[in-house]
Each structure stands twice: as C-alpha cells, then as structure tokens.
C-alpha cells in the first residue's frame, strides 16, 4: 500500500461496475484512451491494460498470505504469480471469513478458508474472460487456450484479460465451475518467491507506523498505568508550553498530546501531569491471579469431551497419578508498536491501520468518530508482527478522538513501554491432569481440568453462551490416545484483566500439560515416550506418520553425548505435529540445539512459506517457554521493553528441521500449531535430562534459563 | 538548522538537537525504512550506518552527526543490489519484515568488515537485531550468501 494512496471512484451501471483509476497509471495502446479497472469479482481488479491486481483480504503479518492467497486464484485464472499486483481490501461482508465468521485474520485460517472459496473465484472468471474472448471470435470457448493471462484461439489469434474483461463482466456468473486437480497444478505446491520480500529488503514497505498523510500531526498517549485504570484531573501546562506541541486531548483511552513530530509530542507526553485512578485492578498481583485460579479451579467446568466414564475408571483404577500445571501471562510483544492514522472529517473518516479484523477496526473508528460505519474507509497496512494482537482495537479510538477533535489527521503512535504495559495478554491457567491404569498397566482413564480466563467470553459472547469456549479447550478436547474414558473440561475463571488470543491461543497452553502429562505417565510405566504414544495411537494413522518420521529424522532416543530429546505431538488447525527437541543443560541452564518437526498440513499452497512458518512459531514458542511472563504488581505489568521481558535472539536459536508430508488432503492451517510444541518437546528433555518434571513456566522461574 | 549527510545527500533539518536521529531519518526526511521498535537499543530496528558503522540511531542525537555519512537501508543501494539485498531475496528471508531494514543493514555491516564470516561472527554482529517472526535461521544462511556474492563467488 502506497503512503499516499490513490483513490479509485466507482459507478454502479446496473449489475455493472466499472473502477475507473486515476491517470497516474499507463495508456493501453488498444483503449481509446483512458484506462478502465474492471471488477471481475470481489478479489481481482483487470485493467484494460492487462494489469491484474489482487486484492487481499487478510492482513500480511509475517504469514505469506499476500503471496499464498494470490497463488489460489492466480493458479485457476491462468496468470503468472509474477503479472499479479497486490493490494490491501477494504472492509467487506464479501471478505468475510467463513471459518470465523467475520473478516478476521486468525486461526491459521487463511489459506483453508480461501482454499475453495479463492480458486473458484479464479476458475470462474477465467471461464468468463474465456467466453467473452470466445463471443467476439465467434467460436466455442472450450476450443481456446488460456497462457499467462492472454485468451487464445483456435486459430491463434490472442486477446489479453484486459482486453475483455469488460465484455466479461457482462456475461451471466456461471455456478459449478469445474477446479483444476492437484495433477495439473502448475503453482500451487511448489514453491513460489514471496511478492512483498522486495519491498521488504529496501525499506518501501509500509506499515502503519510509516503511514503519511499531508497536514498530518503526530500523538503520542498518556495512558493508565494500572490496568482498567482511567484518568482523574491532569496538568498539561508545561506539555503545551513545549516546542512544536499544538494540542492536549482527554480522549478514551488517556492523555494525548499532538505535535508536530512524533519526538516532541512524546516529550511534551512525558511532562504532563495526571492524576490516576487506578481502578478494579490497583490491588492486583501475580500471587492474587494465582489464588483466583486456584480457587477457581473448585469448579465443576464445562466439558468439552467425554467418553465413557473418567471419574469412575480413577477411582476403581489399580494406579493414579496426578500432576497439576501452571502458565503465565504473556505479551504479544509485536515489534510494531501499536499505532493507528486517523483522519476525520465531518462527512466521514479514513483510518490507516495494521488490523487483522478490518470490519472491527471500521466499527471502533466510527463509534469514536460519532459517524455511521459506511462512512469510515479502513485502510490496512503491513503489519509489524500480529501473533493476535492486532485483534485488538484498543489503539484506534484515541487516533479517532484526537483527530476529531483537532480537524486535522494524526499519527498516534504507541511507545515500546505503553505496548508492553497495555496488552490483552495470553491468558494463565491452572490446570489438573490426571491419568489412570489398571491391574495390567494399560492406560485407562485421562482427566484434564482446565482453569483460566476466557478470551471468548469477550470479544464473541454468543458464542460461549451456547457452549464452551472453544478456544480454551484445543489441545485439549481433542485427546487422540486410544484411553476408554476420557473427561476434559474449561472452568472459566476471570481474573479482572482483559485477555487476548496469542500465537496457537490454547493449544500452546494445552499441549504444554497434555504432552507433559503424557509423559509423566509413560515414566510412570517405565515405558518409552515414543513407545508409549506409539502403541496409543494406532488408530490415528496421520499422528503416527508424523510421530514416526520425527523420530526417524531425530534419531530420538539416540543423540549425541551430553545431549538429550524430549518428543511432542498435536493436532491444531487441521494439521498433525510432531516435534523432537534435543537439549543439553549447560552450567544449570538449559539449551535448545536442534527442533526437529514434522508436519502434515494436507496440501501445501507455498511449501517455502510451510517451513518458514513451522521456523517462525517454533522460535515464538521457544522465547516464551525460555522467559516469557508478565508480572503484575500493584495493578502494574512490571515488564515495559525487552530487557525486563527477554525474547530469542540470533544466539537463543535452535537449527530447526522441517519434514513436511507431501499431501493432497485439505489444507491445514501452519501459522501457529509449531508454537505449542516447543514447551513439551524441551521439558520432556530436560526430564530425561536431569529427572526434573517441570510444570510451571517459563524455564527462567526455575533458574534453567 | 541542522545539516547532515544521508544517503549522499547533503539535507537540513530544523529540530531539536537533541532529537534521535532515528526520528530525524523518519519524520523530518520521510525515510521511513529505519524503523522504531523499543527506543532502547535493545531491538536494533533502528540500525543505520554511521561512517560505514552499525549504529542504533534511536539513540543518538542528531547533534551528534555532524557531517559524518548516514546510509540508511533506503541508500543501501539503488535497486536491491547491494549483496545482502540479493542473499535475503534469493532466501526469501523477510515474514513480516518489520526487522528486516536493521537486519539487513547489521548484515551489510559485518560482511564489509568479516568478508568470509564465521557462525561466532554472524553471532556477534546480530545478537542485537531482534527478529519477533524468528527468522534466523535464514538470516544466518543469507549472509553467508551475501558474503559469497561480495567475494565474486558463483
């Protein structure tokens, strides 16, 4: 997206809409003179000089869907991923993401909601685009040929999409068009060069925090250093009287103090004064989120799975062992900070924004605005990281207000010790496992009580009013082993601070106790890790394909001297993961040389982006297992930039091996799953290691790291 | 009024002296590329080259300067050319690429000093670019790409 972004006007003309784009682009040769931008459908701009832009739908956050969802449609429409143009889209119901239920970006979900959805939209328009071509040669549109874009006949002739797109546009949408098999994919599957890598090696990509705009003045923001606290009285005397300073706003969320540069707003911040209310949460702390949890934990929760009968086979069982687990809170930690460009008029609002819910985003601008959402123009950027962050809305309206207020644009722009201290962060838990086996030593029952806030009950209530949450329980409820009676429930236990969803969002809290767990039993029956799962999950053939080629490629059980693996395994997202881990624990600390994962993500789109993302989440797993927590004191997060709150570096990081299985099933999601892997693979290794059982986290509290 | 010298380019600039030079490269010129991440130098997002030096520019003022060269990721070359450019695209190396300005211009920096470097070179020299999307791994193979591309090799 261009920092000073071009407009495009639209006129409806019955079913037929015509984009006509400012004349900064070129002349076709064959037009009678001004471009035209055809809509061929809600994703694909064609122009009468045979540009073919695509128009994203999902935020690009690291994932590679500005490449892997063009590649969906491109593969069907019959054009080269190199003549494909990207842009961001706008907020829309036809964006909607049909596995979430609104245009959000989430859930490893992109590419599986675009998977069918996106080449149709291809296959259609090639189809089209085809008859179109076909209708001004007269001939029959199943004898031509479509190359790269160019429509050709029987006889030879050519006619480019550009040149007919109009035409097309026209014809009747025909239903049930036919997809190419996999057999004939000429793109999808093999591995593509990334299209934003070349503006992200020369500094033109722009992200939210870069976006420009004439006349624009810069915010920084004041906010509550109590988390739910709100402003009493402030002084803002000396902050006006500074150089540059045009303006001090009370907004929603804060102080804002606007200027004209970023550096002066942010002093002239520094020197206000204000008094605070701390509000619901002043007397907060870690030892109280701990007890609430606990005593939480006395609940019954709601199930989320049940076969057979759990509570009686544990309590008839010949043995029983139990374990109880706890996690920390965790910061996204984005290395964007937040930020949001708003300009409000009073006819309506344009906001520039990295946001992975674009609808959301239009809906929180318009409510601060006091205008309706059909007057608020979202336009996303690349994002500096998501990992679920940018779920959020919080850092829109204060942008909104203070533009509001001042008539003018703003750039608002967060600080690292405001990102780090005002999050919704990944929630704790505490959580009770318990596994049960008989007079033979066969595992018999599993019991997994889980206890924590809930993100859900937030942002989508109607969802955890009919059920329970669904994303407290992956990992979870869908326990694979081959165990007659199994019982998992989710007490919902809040805890007075918002949450938010965080890379992998309960899986990686989940598998962490549920491959613990696991292993605690096999240790239990002096049974091998990899055995012991082995023999359990004979009638999962896709978690033994994985399980076995990691073990295969790991050489698990065998590493060289001095070190030591620990073996994970997980479905999430449709995809099955396994992970070995090999470690050594050096001077008391522990160090992660190698993670080997193996992954069945069904069919591949870009299998360059598969494996970067499987290396992406194991490093974010591994930075949070090592030193991820945020301590609350009086209210306060204590961790405000990367040195109180320590991540991977060049140093920190493991050779990471990927095997990916070479699938035509459905495409699984890849941009998380690997994260809740890291934590189990490693402690499993540290057990082996130094016949230490490790149940809290991170390694950091326990002097291993 | 303050004069500098970035990317060849002799500018001014009418800021506070004390002003980091990061917010002078982004605000005042529009060179936007050197990003602002922690304002600590704990992230090195801000990394620019001070006479060919990896510097962090978040934290220092542009009073400092002087009339010693700036090159930003935006002067690093004019068409992607220079041999980290061409090792991070042959290696598909940015996810989200927030990082990838300070990266590349840490990167730059070590092969011009180390030509041939060693994994406790590459260690040294990036340990203070934090990469969030974890992409160090091919950080690590591209440089010693770029390092072959310097050197002329195939």
Redesign the interface.
Known sequence: MS?NPSFSRRSFVGGLVIAISLPACKQSPKSSGELKVIETNAWLRIGTDNSITFLCDRA?????VYTSLPMLIAEELGVDLTRVKVEFAPPGDQYINNLIGGQITGGSSSVRDGWEKLRKAGATARMMLVSAAADEWGVDPRSCKVANGVVLSPQFKKLTFGEVAEAASKLPVPKNVPLKPATQFTMIGKAQ??I????????????G??V?LPGML?AALAQPPTLGGSVKTFNDEKARAM?GVVAVVLTSSGVAVAAD????ARKARDALTIKWDAGPNGALNDAKVSQMLRKGAAGPGRVARNDGDAAAAIKGAARVVRADYELPLLAH?????QNCTADVRADGADIYVPTQVQQIAQAAAAKAAGLDPKQVKVHTT??????GRRLEVDFIPAAVEVSKALKKPVKL?W??EDDMTHDAYRPPAFDQATGAFDGKGKLIAWNLHLTGPSITARMFPSVTEKMVDPFAIEAAANYPYDVPNVHVDFQQQEIGINVGYWRSVSHALNCFVAESFMDELAVATKTNSYEFRKALLEKQPRYLKVLDLVVKESRFGYPMKGHFHGLAVMEGYGTYMAQVAEISVDGGKVRVHRVYCAADCGQQVNP?TVV?QI??????G?SALMWGEINIQNGRVQQT???SYR?????D?P??DSYVIDSSESPGGIGEPATALVAPAVCNAIYTATGRRIRSLPLSRHRLA | MTKLNVNGNAVEVDVDPETPLLWVLRDSLGLTGTKFGCGMALCGACTVHLEGQPVRSCQIPVSAVGDKPVTTIEGLSKDRSHPVQLAWIEHDVPQCGYCQSGQIMSASALIEAKPRPTDADIDAAMAGNICRCGTYQRIRAAIRRAAEIKSGAA
């Open positions: 920092a690009e956050m690291g994932q590679g060069k990334r934003d890598t070349p503006a992200k090696v020369d500094g033109s990509a722009v992200y925090i870069d420009k810069y150089p540069s970023w550096w002066r930690a984005t290395l964007e900070p690349f994002l500096g990281g998501g990992f722009v600080t690292r360059d970067a290396e992406s989440s194991v490093i974010f591994l930039n990367f040195d991540v991977a570096r060049m140093t990081a050779r990471i």
